[in-house]
């Protein structure tokens, strides 16, 4: 079965400090990552895809990825109250209908 | 344009009903998927159609669970003989095209008594 594994946390941080969120899956053939932004009763929203090797930053957020080790992970700079929440790493596995496989999530708590 | 869209918000049966959850993607979006999500985990994966077809049904639990895209819009999913344990928030995404970025509707809250 493939899947996709996160610590659960939670992760506090202080404000204006640097997050990082870690994600490991199992299916060697995946090909799309994915890191979404949950708050408490409300719906995934899209915070970072990354599909290559390396880094991908936008804004405050930077995706890194390593096919080789299996590895997806999130950097939050100067966290904010506000990016509290909790964080969920997804894939789309190579050669898949598409689905999203989540990891369980990381809450992340960033006190003022 | 509007985002995903999900009725009812919230939803409260009893052992042994039907239930229908309704799914409105965004527009032109060709592919839709449903999720269910329990407390404290992520989201898992039920059905993705792509245009009116079921492209994988293989994440639906059983045979009570089914899921229809009649014009390639909106989505229904039907819950037959509901159990305590369907309880959980269901999501449905779309996305176009099949692959690209997934984006979730706020979730119908189900609850079976």
């Known amino acids: 079965q493939k899947e996709v594994e996160q610590n659960s946390g939670p992760l506090s941080v202080p404000e204006g400090a640097i997050a990082s969120l870690n994600c490991t899956y199992s299916?060697?053939?995946?090909?799309?990552f994915f890191w979404y932004r949950q708050y408490s009763g409300k719906s995934p929203e899209l915070i970072m895809s990354i599909y290559s090797n390396g880094d991908k930053e936008d804004g405050r957020f930077t995706a890194q990825l390593n096919k080789a080790s299996q590895y997806v992970s999130l950097l939050i700079r100067d966290s904010q109250p506000s990016d509290s929440a909790t964080y969920l790493c997804?894939?789309?596995?190579?050669?898949?209908?598409?689905?999203?496989?989540f990891g369980k999530g990381t809450l992340l708590t960033v006190n003022p | 344009g509007a985002g995903v869209s999900q009725t009812p918000s919230n939803k409260v049966t009893e052992k042994g009903k039907y239930v229908e959850l309704r799914c409105d993607p965004i527009?032109?979006?060709?592919?839709l998927y449903w999720y269910r999500q329990s407390l404290g985990q992520g989201p898992e994966f039920l059905i993705y159609f792509q245009g009116t077809g079921a492209a994988d049904d293989s994440g639906l639990p059983n045979d009570r669970f089914f899921a229809v895209r009649p014009e390639g819009s909106v989505s229904t999913l039907k819950i037959q003989r509901t159990e305590r344990g369907d309880s959980a928030v269901y999501l449905c995404?779309?996305?176009?095209?099949?692959?690209?970025?997934?984006?979730f509707g706020p979730g119908t809250r189900l609850t079976v008594l």
């Open positions: 527009s032109g979006h060709t592919a």
């Open positions: 299916d060697r053939v995946s090909q799309s």
């Open positions: 995404a779309s996305s176009n095209p099949p692959g690209d970025t997934q984006y």
């Open positions: 997804a894939v789309i596995s190579g050669g898949s209908n598409y689905k999203l496989t």
